[in-house]
């Protein structure tokens, strides 16, 4: 088994299990906004670049993973069409 076969596991892991737990809230929590979604995508971008003390391999790859399914789950949600009432 190849050393990255690990990183791409868990990263796939993270990333699945993030995106999930976006929907999941999106269709339960009436007060979760895009704005919501986008701040915490903010603080995570901050997150990522906050690294002097050098966190690891396994915390970088969680970071990027949510990073990615934050990324998608906006990206999705843009591109639905809007309800007109």
């Known amino acids: 088994m190849p050393l990255s076969d690990w990183k791409e596991r868990k990263f796939d892991e993270v990333y699945r ?3 999930a737990s976006l929907e999941r809230q999106r269709r339960t929590d009436p007060s979760f906004t ?3 979604a986008r701040g ?3 603080h995570l971008y901050i997150q ?3 690294d002097w003390t ?3 391999e396994v915390q970088d790859i969680q970071i990027e993973a949510s990073i990615a399914a934050y ?3 906006l990206s999705d949600w843009a591109s639905e069409p809007a309800i007109r009432t």
């Open 71 to 73: 990324e998608r789950f």
């Open 48 to 50: 990522e670049g906050n």
């Open 40 to 42: 915490v995508l903010e």
């Open 17 to 19: 299990a993030c995106l």
């Open 34 to 36: 895009v704005d919501t």
């Open 54 to 56: 050098g966190r690891g």
